[in-house]
C-alpha cells in the first residue's frame, strides 16, 4: 500500500487531509514543519509527498529539491494557491510529478495521486503488452478540440498533414498551452496509434538516471537494480516516444539520445545485447532550441535530428477566439468531477476571460473553472468567485501600444463572423453566442454600416 507523506503548516487541514487518506487505505504520516519533515522523508522511505507550495519556514520548491536529491523516486506533489501557476510549472521542471490547486475535493487529491503514483505501475508492466497502455507521465488531458480562431485551425492543419508520417516533430509553445495534447493527437492520427504513447518529462529525470530510464537496465548493473527494467525506448516499441522539455537534458544525455536516434538500437545498463527498437520521437520545448544550439549548450546535431517539421502551439491569448470554446469544455468537465450543474459565464465572466492575458494558458484556464464551479452555488459563474487576478488584469502584465483594444477587438469579431455568415445577423449573433438584439445594439455602437 502507498506510504504517503503530507506536509502542511495548517495543522487541522493536513489532519482533515490525512484521516481521508488513511480511509482510503493510504499509510499516512503528516508533518506541519519543514525541520520534522525533513527528518521524517530521511529516515523513512516514502512513496509521495505531498506538500504545500509556501511554507512558513521553507520554500516547496527547494524542499522539493531535497526531497528527490535524498529519494529521487519519491513522487512529489504540490499544493499550490491559485495564483501560483507560474510557480507550480517551474516545480514540475524542478521534478514534481504533478500539483494541485487549492481549494480541492478529497476525489481530486486522490485523483492526482493515482496519477502521481502511475508511471512506476506502467513501467512494471510494460514488457508485458506493449499495446495500449497509459502514458509514464501525469498527463493534464486538454482535450484536442478544432478551434474557430486562424491560429488553431493552422495548427490542426500541421498536424493531419504530419501525423501519417514517421517524421521526428518538435513541438514548441508556452507552457499550459497543451503541447502534449497536440503529440497524442499527432500519435492518434498516425499508423502507429494501437501502440504505445509514451509520454516522458526529461526535465524530472536526474542526470544519473537517465540513461537507466530511457535504455533501461538489467538485475545487479548498479546499487538499487534489484530487477530487470525496460527502458521509455522499448516500451514505445512500435510507437510514439514523447520526450518533453526536452531541452532540460544533460549534453552526456543528448549524445546517448542522438546515438540511438541514428541507430535505431539501445542497450540496457550493465547488457551487452543490442535491442532493435522502432520509435517515432516527438519533443516539446518552451524554450528557443536554437539559441541553446548556438550557445553551445544543444548539440547541433541532434537538433535538426529532432527538427524534420515544427509546430508552434499558440498562447491563449493568441487564439482569443477560441476560449469560450474550452471554457465551456472544462465547465463541462468540471460539473461531471464536481457533480454540480452549472449552465455557463455571466456577461462580465465572458469579457474577463477575453480581456485577462492568461500567462498560465489553457492549464490556468482548466483551474480557474474548476474553482469558480466549486464555489458557484447558483446556475452561472460570476466574477465573485473568480481569484483576484482575473478581476485586475492589466495589473498582470502592461499591454503593448500595438494590442487591440478591448473595443477594437469585439468589432472585428463582430465583423468577422458577419463576413463568415454573409452578413446574416441570425447566424452570426450565434456564431458570437450572443443575442439577436445584442448584436444588433453592438453593430449600432460601433457604427458599421451593414
Known amino acids: 500500500?502507498?506510504?504517503?507523506?503530507?506536509?502542511?503548516?495548517?495543522?487541522?487541514?493536513?489532519?482533515?487531509?490525512?484521516?481521508?487518506?488513511?480511509?482510503?487505505?493510504?499509510?499516512?504520516?503528516?508533518?506541519?514543519?519543514?525541520?520534522?519533515?525533513?527528518?521524517?522523508?530521511?529516515?523513512?522511505?516514502?512513496?509521495?509527498?505531498?506538500?504545500?507550495?509556501?511554507?512558513?519556514?521553507?520554500?516547496?520548491?527547494?524542499?522539493?529539491?531535497?526531497?528527490?536529491?535524498t529519494s529521487p523516486q519519491t513522487a512529489v506533489v504540490l499544493m499550490t494557491g491559485y495564483a501560483e501557476v507560474g510557480s507550480a510549472v517551474e516545480a514540475m521542471k524542478q521534478g514534481a510529478a504533478d500539483y494541485i490547486?487549492?481549494?480541492?475535493?478529497?476525489?481530486?487529491?486522490?485523483?492526482?495521486?493515482?496519477?502521481?503514483l502511475k508511471?512506476?505501475?506502467?513501467?512494471?508492466?510494460?514488457?508485458?503488452?506493449?499495446?495500449?497502455?497509459?502514458?509514464?507521465?501525469?498527463?493534464?488531458?486538454?482535450?484536442?478540440?478544432?478551434?474557430?480562431?486562424?491560429?488553431s485551425k493552422k495548427t490542426n492543419e500541421y498536424i493531419k498533414l504530419v501525423a501519417p508520417t514517421d517524421m521526428?516533430?518538435?513541438?514548441?509553445?508556452?507552457?499550459?498551452?497543451?503541447?502534449?495534447?497536440?503529440?497524442?493527437?499527432?500519435?492518434?492520427?498516425?499508423?502507429?496509434?494501437?501502440?504505445?504513447?509514451?509520454?516522458?518529462?526529461?526535465?524530472?529525470?536526474?542526470k544519473e538516471l537517465a540513461t537507466s530510464e530511457f535504455f533501461g537496465h538489467v538485475k545487479g548493473s548498479f546499487t538499487g537494480a534489484i530487477e530487470d527494467k525496460v527502458g521509455h525506448f522499448e516500451?514505445?516499441?512500435?510507437?510514439?516516444?514523447?520526450?518533453d522539455e526536452v531541452g532540460n537534458l544533460s549534453y552526456e544525455n543528448q549524445i546517448q539520445l542522438l546515438r540511438a536516434l541514428q541507430e535505431r538500437k539501445i542497450k540496457r545498463v550493465g547488457s551487452t545485447r543490442e535491442v532493435a527498437v522502432d520509435v517515432r520521437i516527438i519533443t516539446a520545448t518552451n524554450e528557443d532550441l536554437q539559441k541553446a544550439v548556438e550557445k553551445g549548450v544543444f548539440r547541433e546535431d541532434l537538433y535538426h535530428r529532432?527538427?524534420?517539421?515544427?509546430?508552434?502551439?499558440?498562447?491563449?491569448?493568441e487564439r482569443k477566439d477560441d476560449i469560450l470554446l474550452f471554457?465551456?469544455?472544462?465547465?463541462?468537465?468540471?460539473?461531471?468531477?464536481?457533480?454540480?450543474?452549472?449552465?455557463?459565464?455571466?456577461?462580465?465572466?465572458?469579457?474577463?476571460?477575453?480581456?485577462?492575458?492568461?500567462?498560465?494558458?489553457?492549464?490556468?484556464?482548466?483551474?480557474?473553472?474548476?474553482?469558480?464551479?466549486?464555489?458557484?452555488?447558483?446556475?452561472?459563474?460570476?466574477?465573485?468567485?473568480?481569484?483576484?487576478?482575473?478581476?485586475?488584469?492589466q495589473a498582470e502584465e502592461a499591454i503593448s501600444a500595438d494590442e487591440f483594444s478591448r473595443a477594437d477587438y469585439e468589432k472585428e469579431q463582430i465583423i468577422k463572423a458577419l463576413k463568415q455568415t454573409n452578413f446574416n445577423k441570425s447566424k452570426a449573433a450565434k456564431?458570437?453566442?450572443?443575442?439577436?438584439?445584442?448584436?444588433?445594439?453592438?453593430i449600432n455602437y460601433y457604427k458599421l454600416d451593414f
Open 327 to 393: 471554457a465551456n469544455l472544462f465547465l463541462d468537465k468540471a460539473n461531471q468531477t464536481l457533480g454540480k450543474k452549472i449552465l455557463g459565464f455571466s456577461d462580465e465572466v465572458t469579457e474577463l476571460f477575453y480581456s485577462y492575458r492568461w500567462p498560465g494558458n489553457l492549464r490556468e484556464l482548466k483551474n480557474v473553472i474548476k474553482r469558480a464551479v466549486l464555489l458557484s452555488s447558483g446556475e452561472t459563474v460570476n466574477t465573485e468567485v473568480l481569484p483576484g487576478e482575473l478581476l485586475q488584469p
Open 235 to 243: 516500451a514505445a516499441n512500435g510507437g510514439t516516444l514523447f520526450l
Open 1 to 69: 500500500m502507498p506510504n504517503i507523506l503530507i506536509i502542511e503548516d495548517d495543522a487541522a487541514f493536513c489532519q482533515m487531509l490525512q484521516r481521508f487518506l488513511t480511509k482510503k487505505g493510504y499509510e499516512v504520516q503528516s508533518s506541519f514543519t519543514a525541520p520534522d519533515a525533513k527528518e521524517k522523508y530521511r529516515t523513512n522511505t516514502f512513496d509521495l509527498v505531498l506538500t504545500d507550495l509556501r511554507l512558513p519556514d521553507c520554500n516547496g520548491i527547494q524542499l522539493l529539491a531535497d526531497i528527490k536529491a
Open 306 to 317: 529532432l527538427n524534420e517539421f515544427s509546430i508552434a502551439i499558440p498562447s491563449l491569448k
Open 119 to 151: 508511471p512506476e505501475k506502467s513501467s512494471k508492466n510494460s514488457s508485458k503488452n506493449p499495446k495500449k497502455q497509459e502514458s509514464q507521465k501525469t498527463t493534464e488531458n486538454f482535450t484536442m478540440i478544432n478551434g474557430i480562431s486562424e491560429a
Open 168 to 206: 521526428s516533430v518538435l513541438i514548441t509553445g508556452e507552457s499550459g498551452t497543451g503541447k502534449e495534447v497536440s503529440a497524442r493527437a499527432i500519435h492518434n492520427n498516425s499508423p502507429r496509434k494501437d501502440f504505445m504513447f509514451v509520454a516522458v518529462d526529461c526535465g524530472a529525470i536526474p
Open 431 to 442: 456564431l458570437l453566442r450572443v443575442t439577436r438584439k445584442t448584436l444588433y445594439n453592438k
Open 101 to 116: 490547486s487549492k481549494p480541492f475535493t478529497p476525489e481530486e487529491v486522490v485523483e492526482v495521486i493515482e496519477n502521481a
